[in-house]
């Protein structure tokens, strides 16, 4: 019997190939053999499911650091634009930075977002640290109706 997390050699084949290779998904089970079926049970499985989700986040990370790099140049080119004798194209670019900067401004208010709903979890979770034995007991008998006075 295989370990669980171990993959089968048929599994990691077809895993690099959809993220290395060329060829599209389709393509690549077509190659391998592999039926619909069996890639969806596959995606059913814990561990196959976990590496599929570790290269795509790999990929997300690299394809954006590509665009990180090229981003200021990106802008550098579409400000060029705006001095195009073509108006439409000066006037697609200009829409373009706009577009750019609000998006931007999106990104920077769902990271203060991000941010305050984390300081608000941080201090919702010591509000909520238990009571210490002591005073839970004093409060479940000021419940009680028990004062901890003897008539």
């Known amino acids: 019997m295989r370990n669980k997390k171990q993959l089968m050699k048929r599994q990691i084949e077809v895993l690099d ?3 290395g290779g060329e060829l599209d998904e389709q393509a690549v ?6 039926t619909s079926y069996i890639y969806d ?16 986040d790999a990929l997300n990370r690299r394809g954006g650091l590509i665009i990180g790099r090229y981003a200021a140049l990106a802008a550098a080119k579409l400000v060029q634009l705006t ?6 194209t000066a006037r697609k670019a200009c ?10 401004a999106g990104e920077r208010k769902k990271r203060r977002q991000t941010e305050a709903s984390k300081q608000e979890m941080e201090q919702s979770a010591e509000r909520l640290k238990p009571l210490p034995p002591e005073t839970a007991s004093k409060l479940l008998a000021a419940l009680a109706g028990d004062t901890g006075i003897d008539d």
């Open 95 to 104: 829409l373009d930075i706009m577009s750019l900067d609000n998006r931007a």
């Open 41 to 56: 049970k596959w995606h059913m499985d814990e561990s196959f499911a976990a590496e599929f989700e570790r290269r795509m």
């Open 83 to 88: 001095e195009s004798k073509g108006q439409e």
């Open 17 to 19: 190939d959809l993220f």
């Open 29 to 34: 089970l077509d190659r391998h053999k592999v």
